[in-house]
């Protein structure tokens, strides 16, 4: 705990997020070790598995994080991420994938302009203009799955391997990357965590406020999107709901990384940690075979659990 | 007077207006408009939103949220369909186990907010998981026990229940008669918002709710129960959700742990305190006013009925809603003169 | 004279190491209107909330009907019979009169609020500040601001007050409300209430008290009743003859080339018809009493107000800036009135802060250059000798002169012709306070041109070229050179018309 305690805040959920990484592997190790004598949670094969069907919740929650990092929040992540999906095989062909990305811009868009000009608040905004694509994929698709299949191009993005590895992790990188460096590196990124801090004192230190948050939830949208694209190219088609078990572990990702659900504060390692943490929780809980009503206790407990072991250590240093 | 509550009451005063129009043509066009059959039907289809409407509408009321009452409504309706059945006190008993559970649900969200300090939405899209984990505990499979008479008795018109329970002559004492056809339902409802929140509404607690979504700091400084009002707001949620789950297990006998459905529960809940005129940011409008939000969002999906419309079409109609009335609302934001006055 | 109601010995306090009160001696007493006078910051509000149970004094006693008496808080205080009415109202916007009025203690009939009760006692509460016209069942929001003042009043009155604060209570009053006001307190006077009074309009002070005490820089200075005193004594006491703060030498006036000028800017009701002339190099003072329309003539100038009339040139170029990042763009900086939540992101880093206005500086296409980030800091900490530990540490960790020279450091990466100050030494130590007015002048010399709103006359006097003087948003005086004195300005502010 003394060690703890010399740590910046801004680390502290980072080392105890990735403390409970330990935890967990430790925990389905013992188990696996005590029920069939293998470890294969330590196994790099497995573990690469995971993180392949890992790389979609990351993509997502890389997007989701500028959302949080203005101190705003993006529920219509689930369906960006399905119609983006369904539009994207419904095009077909080359103009796929850039027909999904072009799903997630519009999206982002809307909602982006809802809250930075209507200046309604986007726990509302979102969550209305995620049924309203509900509504209208399920009406364009007459409730069942589409018969559309993912282009090539999805499923090698999502399915295939170079050099050993999942291309899905060169794209998760490929978009961390990226995000990283948009958070550091540029005028943009310094915005965000400015608007999440005090949008009062940003606007009156001249920045475009207005086009940050756009761009936030643009990019948050564009996010979801190309997540749809590689779930759709990794199950070989789109389909209903594919993005319903996405929204709270995305958020759950990016709030237990370190991340200040108001904002301004939280470093994208953290939402990387954040992560790894949530896929690994998971597939030790499916190697445990629990049923689903555990996991969603466990989950929210966990999420829980960790934000008030967060909030204490802020309170002891402030 | 009339004049005075029109002009503090504008939202409440423009949902009640849509609501009689949407109701009255809905029955002008229905084959048998004006029944007692639709009546009940209408009656018994918006019980539980009406509920769910009224548990969002508490954290509303003071700046918050509760994204968990779809969740809580789920869970009570699930352990209502295990325990509510039997002989009369054990039916009882049941009930005020589902009500105790969803309550204790919603005070256990306001211990996380007030002494966690954890936001309001991560804690309660949180405890929703753990809601429905343990509705599926419960209710691994949809299905359920519930008493057959309650069901018949409570989701039917008055004259049922003193039928079905022996009452007044069995439904015929004639002090009976002028009620006899109204729902059960409408009576449950309407009686339980008034008895809890009419009252409540009456304590320095339950004003401080709508003092701390109107200026918290002018609440402070008046030294007002600032802690004591949020956990107040967050059990009552609960226990309206509750309400809604323990209503539609006797209605549909049965209890479902759908996450979807709890999700969309939740989401309507929120347009019904939307179109109630309830402010988002706190401070201005009430439990019944979301009620009679709630009765449009159901009168409008009874048209999906009548005019054959495809109910696929459902969820888009409802998110336009949604949509359209957050941003009829917001054309205040552009006749702010000072633009710091946007930035709260 | 009997025993004072309210008695304080030695009482300091201080925040963030700045002395607010030091060694304070006040007695207050029944049936008495007591004026407490002093320029701003002279330690009245910090008096008036240790004796309402808001603050809590560090040393020093304070009895109340003779007895040792510290408070919890303000409810403990009500409980006692202190009542007080701060200048930021406490009124709930959203509740009703009535409601407002017994907020906390409600009338109450089987253990809920009634309803009629509250209604009847908000009329005869009303009543007794003549606001019959104030139905109790409107909703506070929907008052004026000068009928939400007068429910206060209202709202501290049914409290049933041995010991009432009124904290600029007549501000934005009506004549007739004021004298309503004046009527009230001789009555609750000649019940033996013990009012305590403070007000920067002396002919009001003249017509109400009975005792005056003059405070300045934390102290009590003296206390004596009405008429021992004349007014030029009075003024004399306030302003201290210790001069508090080195000003650098000014220079002599000169024509100096406009580079913004203003005619008939009007906004809402805050300004009506604001006029004014820049010149290069020159340091404008702007003065008057608080909320005279200073601080909106400075948002209108940089782009935050909407519907601003006003025909605006800046450099030559007319019109006004539509937006803050326009109003930048064309040479315009503009340092806040709160640097907790305007000027600064608490809890980002210095450095942070420090380029949040410069970025255009310092990235090209969008991506920031490091080298030129650490560049621009580096000049910006030594030239305003920012003292910190590291640039990288919050920048809430700083002094609040710290703080405002990192403010201050932001807009001067962007290179602007045009710097407003909006009252900038607020709560800052005097030996930071010098070191801004050193940079300030430093600055016109360079060329730039510096317009700058204090409610501390001193500092005007010190640091202005020329002052102009806001009443009711207007320019009602304009001071150049040597006769921006303290009296002149004190003079204009109360809009007098008379020069003294």
């Known amino acids: 705990m003394s060690r703890l305690g010399t740590l910046s805040a801004a680390d502290r959920p980072l080392v105890i997020a990735f403390g409970f990484i330990l935890v967990i592997l430790a925990v389905g190790t013992v188990y696996t070790l005590s029920t069939t004598g293998t470890m294969p949670l330590l196994t790099p094969k497995y573990l690469l598995l995971q993180l392949q069907t890992g790389s979609f919740l990351g993509i997502c929650a890389a997007g989701l994080m500028a959302v949080i990092l203005i101190g705003h929040i993006d529920l219509s992540i689930p369906w960006t991420l399905t119609a983006a999906a369904m539009i994207g095989t419904a095009v077909g062909g080359p103009g796929a994938v850039p027909a999904a990305l072009a799903v997630g811009l519009c999206v982002g868009l809307i909602n982006g302009l809802g809250v930075a000009v209507l200046r309604i608040p986007s726990m509302i905004f979102t969550l209305g203009l995620d049924t309203v694509l509900r509504g209208l994929m399920v009406a364009q698709t007459g409730g069942y799955a589409p018969q559309d299949a993912a282009t090539p191009l999805m499923l090698t993005l999502a399915k295939s391997s170079i050099l050993g590895f999942p291309a899905a992790l060169f794209v998760w990188a490929a978009v961390s990357v990226a995000v990283a460096f948009l958070l550091s590196r540029t005028t943009f990124g310094r915005a965000l965590y400015a608007i999440g801090t005090r949008e009062r004192a940003a606007y009156l230190s001249g920045m475009r406020t207005t086009r940050v948050i756009i761009g936030a939830f643009v990019l948050s949208g564009l996010c979801a999107a190309l997540a749809g694209a590689l779930l759709a190219g990794y199950s070989a088609k789109a389909y209903q709901g594919m993005g319903n078990a996405f929204l709270l572990p995305a958020i759950a990702a990016v709030v237990l990384g370190g991340t200040n659900v108001l904002g301004g504060r939280g470093r994208y390692a953290g939402t990387l940690i954040g992560v790894v943490l949530i896929v690994l929780l998971n597939s030790v809980l499916s190697i445990m075979q629990m049923p689903e009503a555990l996991r969603q206790i466990i989950y929210g407990s966990v999420i829980i659990g960790m934000l008030l072991i967060y909030g204490r250590g802020d309170r002891v240093t402030s | 007077m009339i004049g005075r509550w029109l002009a503090g009451n504008r939202g409440f005063a423009v949902a009640i207006a849509l609501f009689a129009v949407l109701f009255v043509t809905y029955n002008l066009m229905h084959t048998r408009g004006f029944s007692t059959a639709v009546l009940v039907q209408n009656a018994n289809e918006s019980v539980a939103i009406g509920f769910v409407a009224m548990a969002q509408t508490v954290p509303v009321l003071m700046g918050g949220l509760d994204l968990s009452v779809g969740a809580v409504m789920t869970l009570s309706a699930c352990i209502a369909s295990v325990m509510v059945n039997g002989t009369m006190g054990e039916i009882v008993f049941g009930a005020f186990v589902t009500l105790l559970a969803g309550t204790s649900f919603g005070f256990m969200n306001g211990l996380l907010v007030v002494y966690g300090r954890i936001q309001a939405i991560i804690a309660t899209l949180a405890t929703g998981a753990i809601a429905i984990g343990l509705a599926l505990l419960i209710r691994p499979e949809p299905g359920g026990d519930v008493d057959g008479d309650l069901g018949w008795a409570l989701t039917n018109t008055v004259w049922d229940f003193a039928d079905t329970y022996g009452l007044a002559q069995g439904g015929e004492a004639a002090w009976l008669q002028p009620f006899i056809n109204i729902p059960v339902p409408l009576i449950l409802q309407f009686g339980i918002a008034c008895l809890v929140w009419l009252p409540i509404k009456r304590t320095v607690t339950g004003m401080t709710i709508y003092a701390i979504g109107s200026a918290e700091g002018a609440a402070f400084v008046s030294g007002l129960p600032i802690n004591r009002a949020k956990i107040l707001a967050y059990t009552l949620s609960g226990f309206f959700a509750s309400c809604g789950g323990l209503y539609l297990a006797i209605q549909t006998s049965s209890g479902n742990a759908d996450m979807v459905q709890a999700g969309a529960y939740t989401l309507n809940s929120i347009a019904a305190v939307v179109l109630g005129g309830t402010a988002l940011l706190g401070g201005s409008g009430?439990?019944?006013?979301?009620?009679?939000?709630?009765?449009?969002?159901?009168?409008?999906?009874?048209?999906?009925?009548?005019?054959?419309?495809?109910?696929?079409?459902?969820?888009?109609?409802?998110?336009?809603?949604?949509?359209?009335?957050?941003?009829?609302?917001?054309?205040r934001t552009f006749s702010i003169r000072n633009r710091l006055e946007l930035f709260r | 004279m009997a025993a004072p109601i309210i008695a304080l010995t030695g009482v300091s306090k201080s925040f963030a190491g700045i002395r607010a009160l030091e060694g304070v001696d006040f007695a207050a007493f029944a049936g008495s209107t007591h004026a407490i006078l002093g320029e701003n910051g002279a330690g009245k509000s910090t008096l008036i909330k240790i004796i309402a149970g808001v603050l809590q004094p560090e040393t020093g006693e304070m009895r109340l009907n003779g007895a040792p008496g510290r408070f919890a808080g303000p409810n403990a205080a009500a409980d006692a019979g202190i009542i007080c009415m701060f200048q930021e109202l406490s009124l709930i916007p959203d509740l009703t009169v009535a409601q407002n009025i017994s907020l906390s203690r409600p009338p109450r009939r089987f253990g809920l609020i009634d309803r009629r009760a509250q209604i009847l006692r908000a009329e005869e509460v009303l009543a007794r500040v003549r606001c019959e016209d104030v139905d109790p069942r409107t909703l506070v929001r929907d008052l004026s601001l000068s009928r939400r003042q007068m429910v206060e009043i209202a709202k501290a009155l049914g409290r049933d007050p041995r010991v009432l604060i009124l904290d600029e209570a007549t501000s934005a009053l009506t004549a007739r409300d004021v004298q309503t006001v004046y009527d009230l307190l001789s009555r609750l006077k000649a019940d033996?209430?013990?009012?305590?009074?403070?007000?920067?309009?002396?002919?009001?002070?003249?017509?109400?008290?009975?005792?005056?005490?003059?405070?300045?820089?934390?102290?009590?200075?003296?206390?004596?009743?009405?008429?021992?005193?004349?007014?030029?004594?009075?003024?004399?006491?306030?302003?201290?003859?210790?001069?508090?703060?080195?000003?650098?030498?000014?220079?002599?006036?000169?024509?100096?080339?406009?580079?913004?000028?203003?005619?008939?800017?009007?906004?809402?009701?805050?300004?009506?018809?604001?006029?004014?002339?820049?010149?290069?190099?020159?340091?404008?003072?702007?003065?008057?009493?608080?909320?005279?329309?200073?601080k909106e003539l400075l948002l209108a100038l940089f782009g935050v107000l909407r519907g601003v009339r006003a025909t605006v040139a800046v450099n030559g170029k007319p019109g006004l800036p539509a937006a803050p990042v326009l109003a930048k763009a064309r040479s315009l900086a503009l340092v806040p009135e709160d640097r907790k939540t305007e000027g600064l992101m608490l809890s980002l880093s210095i450095a942070e802060n420090m380029v949040a206005a410069a970025f255009d500086k310092v990235a090209r296409g969008g991506i920031i250059d490091r080298t030129r980030v650490a560049a621009l800091i580096d000049k910006g900490v030594e030239v305003l000798q920012i003292k910190a530990g590291s640039v990288d540490d919050a920048v809430s960790t700083l002094s609040g002169g710290n703080q405002q020279k990192v403010v201050l450091a932001k807009w001067l990466m962007t290179d602007p012709q045009i710097i407003m100050l909006n009252d900038p030494t607020r709560g800052i130590d005097i030996g930071t306070k010098q070191e801004i007015f050193r940079i300030m002048r430093q600055l016109a010399e360079e060329g730039r041109s510096i317009l700058f709103y204090s409610s501390d006359y001193a500092e005007l006097i010190g640091c202005a070229d020329r002052v102009i003087v806001l009443y009711d948003g207007r320019v009602v005086r304009e001071l150049t050179g040597m006769a921006i004195t303290e009296e002149a300005l004190v003079a204009a502010s109360l809009n007098t018309g008379d020069a003294a």
């Open chain 2, 286 to 331: 009430g439990v019944i006013a979301s009620l009679v939000g709630a009765l449009i969002l159901r009168v409008i999906s009874f048209y999906f009925r009548i005019l054959d419309i495809d109910p696929l079409l459902q969820p888009l109609i409802e998110g336009l809603v949604l949509l359209a009335a957050v941003s009829f609302g917001a054309g």
């Open chain 3, 192 to 294: 033996g209430v013990s009012s305590l009074f403070i007000s920067h309009r002396m002919h009001e002070v003249e017509e109400l008290c009975d005792r005056l005490s003059v405070f300045r820089n934390g102290r009590h200075i003296e206390t004596f009743a009405k008429g021992a005193r004349s007014d030029a004594e009075i003024v004399r006491l306030m302003i201290g003859r210790d001069v508090t703060a080195k000003y650098p030498p000014k220079p002599a006036p000169v024509a100096r080339p406009a580079v913004l000028q203003v005619g008939g800017l009007s906004w809402e009701t805050a300004l009506n018809g604001v006029s004014l002339t820049l010149g290069r190099g020159e340091i404008l003072g702007i003065g008057g009493l608080d909320g005279q329309g200073q």
